[in-house]
């Protein structure tokens, strides 16, 4: 037991791994976490990240264009014969007051955080199963707004408003995760979502005083960063939970056990 280690127990050293929403602070921090431990990894993004390094491969990607999703991925797997993770992380929220929504604005949530997801899942199990590919491990991203209401007290008027919408769409994928993980059972794949609270976004800061507000909410009294994410991708893409599957699991420092 002595020289038991995280790689050991999670040993992800040449793993197949597809990220969609890869250069979004999420997708590209996950991207880095699997090619520190070994893994080949793809992502899907609109826009390049900068990331570089040996094992990346970038592939432009438009998640609501289902035949191009399909495309792209059976070129990762006849590449490699497999894809062993997918995580979606790739999603759109919008700020806008609810009662001033547009349709536009209801149709680019959609489409991206509902129905891409769609495309991405149906594309890869559809080549799953004409290649006779022997397992893959799927993770999609909620968020705890997809089963809370947001505590509209600590939003100021110029900070950025969880949507009805945004909390709508993460409420399918929660469900969508449930639905799949009892339908691919039987090809050997494994669905789960991971569900974050608020996290401090580095690339566009919320406002000092939303931090703090949002911090008191908090039993752990402090927004979560991306690193606090970390265990929860590794156990839930890992060999080690193959008996887990259908599951929600929230990182949200207490939140939602108020």
């Not at 402090?222 to 156990?235: A, P, Q, S, Y």
């Amino acid at each position: 037991m002595k020289n038991l280690n995280i790689k050991s127990l999670f040993n992800f050293n040449k793993k197949i791994i597809l990220i969609t929403g890869s250069s979004g602070q999420i997708g590209s921090s996950i991207v880095k976490l699997f090619l520190s431990l070994g893994s080949k990894v793809y992502g899907f993004d609109k826009i390049k990240n900068k990331i570089k390094h040996d094992d990346y491969e970038f592939i432009k990607a438009d998640i609501r264009n289902k035949s191009e999703v399909r495309r792209k991925i059976s070129r990762i797997v006849k590449k490699n014969n497999r894809i062993d993770v997918i995580v979606n992380t790739a999603a759109v929220s919008i700020f806008s007051k609810y009662d001033k929504r547009t349709n536009s604005e209801l149709d680019k949530t959609i489409n991206t955080n509902i129905k891409g997801l769609l495309n991405v899942i149906n594309s890869y199990v559809n080549i799953h199963k004409k290649n006779s590919l022997k397992k893959c491990s799927i993770i999609n991203f909620g968020s705890i707004y997809g089963f809370l209401s947001p505590d509209f007290r600590i939003y100021g008027n110029k900070d950025r408003f969880s949507s009805e919408i945004y909390g709508a769409s993460k409420a399918a994928v929660i469900q969508l995760t449930k639905y799949y993980s009892v339908m691919l059972s039987k090809y050997n794949i494994n669905v789960n979502c991971l569900s974050p609270g608020g996290i401090f976004n580095n690339q566009k800061p919320q406002n000092k005083k939303f931090v703090k507000r949002y911090s008191k909410r908090v039993p752990l009294d402090r927004m979560g960063n991306v690193k606090n994410l970390f265990t929860g991708i590794l156990f839930l893409a890992s060999d080690r939970s193959s008996y887990v599957s259908g599951q929600n699991i929230i990182i949200d420092g207490g939140l939602s056990s108020w």
